[in-house]
């Protein structure tokens, strides 16, 4: 059962959500409101997801993922918020964040990103997607070529593959390897890489043309 953090300073919203969740069988370890409550609970109860609104009253969205990417080991962080602005969703994946939904989402898709966040994946609200990976390309012009840790020829496939946007059951079918074995590659890389999600996985990947057909 995947332990889930539900973080948002509304409690109707933030009750209907952890509602949600427990219905479709997650563990709903905490559900608090203020960011700085959120690293303080976060750090005893150990979540695996932790879904969080930007707009909390003490500390501002970007801030406290950053912070929760210093928790050990660190949660996965699905924002979840009313903005669709493109300054709030680059700074919260820039701050560790793992996805970004809209709070316009229906349940079905909200359970559904819940679920890939904890497989690992990176999700994001349609449009989105594109609007962090332009970015990324954006960045990536502005620096120098570097000769990077040596991976070996199956870990760069499965690289290529994430920067192509496939989940890590999409990988393993089409490498035809059990889905343990492709998170394995995957955690393998992040540490060579010295990387800490996916989207920074996804990132490196961008930089070096590995998403290229």
């Known amino acids: 059962m995947v332990r889930v953090m539900v973080v948002d300073d ?77 300054d709030d969703v680059l700074e919260a994946v820039k701050a560790g964040a793992c996805g970004y939904l809209v709070k316009s989402a229906s349940r079905e898709e909200f359970l559904d990103a819940v679920r890939r966040t904890a497989d690992g994946d990176a999700v994001f609200t349609p449009g989105l997607a594109g609007l962090v990976l ?12 570097s000769e990077g840790p040596r991976l070996t020829e199956r870990e760069t496939e499965v690289l290529r593959l994430v920067a192509k946007g496939l989940s890590y059951r999409q990988i393993a079918e089409r490498l035809v390897l059990s889905h343990r074995t492709v998170q394995n590659h995957v955690q393998n890389t992040l540490g060579k890489l010295q990387l800490h999600n996916r989207v920074e996985l996804v990132r490196y990947a961008i930089e070096r043309g590995l998403d290229a057909d």
């Open 10 to 86: 509304h409690p109707m919203w933030r009750d209907g959500v952890a509602r949600d969740l427990t219905e479709a069988g997650y563990e709903v370890v905490a559900a608090v409101g203020e960011g700085r409550q959120a690293l303080r609970v976060a750090a005893a109860v150990l979540p695996e997801v932790v879904v969080l609104d930007l707009r909390l009253p003490d500390l501002p969205g970007p801030e406290v993922a950053a912070g929760l990417a210093r928790v050990d080991p660190a949660p996965r962080v699905l924002v979840l918020s009313a903005s669709a602005e493109q």
């Open 134 to 145: 332009g970015e990324y390309r954006r960045l990536a012009v502005q620096l120098e070529p």
